[in-house]
């Protein structure tokens, strides 16, 4: 059996900041902050450096992909349009603490967040991102398409429903009443906004990604 691999986080902004060489620990500082900004990475040094820079500098990086995909395959997909916003989401566990988030395609400015809440899913964060998405460019009046990496986030937009397990609870309230206000708003509003599957095999990862993988 492999030996997991040691990680040190870093914590822009929580109820304490630094670098913590644990998770529990890392998680005690993120928990039921508002906005709360952190990161995992390989070596001490590289998170302490982190520390003295900016978060932002930090979450979506995607410089060192190379696809594994064939030139034929590259230039039958092509290349992203830009003229796009893109949304993901994060959970450290499943479930545990997620949040979401919305950013410009090319320039990844971050046009919008939500988290981290106590209790939630990958797939619920991608869901409400991609509502949030939807409504942001309603709201703008704005021709945008949207890009999501989440197949399960474009049933879900499609069917009007969250069909997650999780089961409610106290600790997901937050989550679950913001579940609930996404399906009514798909089923009060309609839209003309393109949703796009984000070709992560030949683009890399989303814009949006939090750079947590």
């Not at 900016?54 to 992909?65: A, E, L, Q, V």
């Not at 796009?84 to 994060?90: E, N």
């Not at 919008?112 to 939807?134: D, M, R, S, Y």
Request: glycine share 8%; with cysteine.
């Amino acid at each position: 059996m492999s030996k997991k691999k040691k990680k040190y986080y870093t914590v822009w902004k929580g109820h304490r900041v630094g670098v913590f060489d644990t998770w529990k620990d890392c998680k005690a500082q993120i928990k039921d902050y508002q906005g709360a900004q952190y990161k995992s990475f390989a070596t001490f040094d590289a998170a302490k450096k982190a520390l003295n820079g900016s978060y932002k500098d930090y979450i979506g990086t995607n410089k060192k992909f190379k696809s594994e995909l064939s030139a034929e395959q590259l230039k039958k997909i092509g290349l992203p349009n830009y003229n796009s916003i893109s949304v993901d989401a994060a959970s450290s566990g499943n479930p545990g603490i997620m949040e979401y988030r919305g950013v410009e395609t090319k320039s990844k400015k971050q046009l919008f967040i939500q988290g981290p809440f106590a209790e939630g899913t990958n797939n619920i964060g991608e869901f409400l991102a991609l509502v949030h998405g939807l409504s942001f460019l309603k709201k703008h009046n704005s021709d945008l398409l949207i890009y999501t990496d989440s197949k399960t986030a474009m049933s879900w937009v499609r069917k009007k429903i969250c069909n997650s397990k999780l089961e409610r609870n106290a600790k997901n309230k937050p989550v679950y009443d913001l579940v609930d206000r996404a399906v009514l708003w798909l089923n009060n509003n309609t839209y003309k906004t393109t949703i796009v599957k984000w070709e992560t095999k030949a683009w890399g990862e989303i814009p949006a990604d939090f750079g947590r993988k």
